[in-house]
């Protein structure tokens, strides 16, 4: 439980692999993790840190570099990370945040997800087969708005943990960009249609997300599982 329940303001930087449950609950703190320096093995083919990570996290800021294990970010609620790969099972029940992922990711990828959003970079062109496709779509990066967010993300990843697979990505990054793939929940990416529909017809943040559940309860595509 390295991290677990850290509040804003607080940055644990470990040179170093941590074991299960790091960042649990984290409340807004700023997690950092890398090999220590002068390392020769690739960050990237590593378990730097172990299941269940994440698990619960509301809120803050997370750069891994290596894998982690299974259970990734099972029901983050709030919480931005990059990863450099995942176990089976991520990001599992998952309600809230954006994670990057830069690896490979196990079986069931996405079971139960109901909100946030994942990147994952599709290096080798197996992801959609590892995915649990019951409540989530799978998308092309088209919005600017996330490619923005990416990248911001990949460079601050690069400067914390010098890796070099963040490295490799922006030095390419007009390719690279096309590998990546937007996992969005279906019932959240259709409540967040229904919120800027709504907001533009003059309703506050407050309304348009009361009217937007409404619509989202009563849809019949929803019900018929669409």
């Known amino acids: 439980s390295f991290g677990a329940f850290i509040p804003r303001g607080m940055t644990l930087h470990l040179e170093g692999d941590a074991n299960d449950y790091t960042a649990k609950g984290l409340s807004g703190g700023k997690i950092i993790v890398r090999p220590p320096a002068g390392s020769t093995f690739k960050a990237e083919e590593n378990v730097i840190i172990g299941n269940t990570s994440f ?3 509301t809120s ?6 290596g894998q982690a294990g299974e259970r990734f ?3 983050n609620s709030g919480v931005n990370v990059v990863i450099e790969g995942m176990g089976d099972h991520g990001l599992e029940y998952m309600t809230g945040g954006r994670v990057i992922n830069l690896g490979k990711v196990g079986k069931n990828f996405g079971a ?3 909100g946030g959003v994942g990147y994952i970079y599709d290096y080798d062109g197996t992801f959609e087969k590892k995915c649990n496709k019951e409540m989530i779509l799978l998308e092309s990066l088209s919005d600017e708005g996330d490619v923005v967010f990416i990248k911001s993300m990949l460079e601050r990843h690069l400067a914390y943990t010098d890796s070099d697979l963040a490295k490799s990505i922006l030095a390419d990054w007009n390719q690279a960009r096309k ?18 529909r709504v907001k533009r ?4 943040d407050t309304e348009a997300v009361m009217v937007a559940f409404d619509e989202n309860k009563n849809d ?3 019900v018929g599982g669409k």
């Open 112 to 114: 139960g997800m109901s």
């Open 179 to 196: 590998r990546f793939i937007k996992v969005i929940p279906k019932d959240y990416k259709r409540m967040l249609e229904a919120i800027e």
């Open 73 to 75: 970010c099972v029901r």
């Open 220 to 222: 019949k595509s929803r």
């Open 55 to 57: 698990y619960g996290a």
């Open 60 to 65: 803050g800021e997370a750069f891994i570099r």
């Open 201 to 204: 017809e003059g309703l506050s």
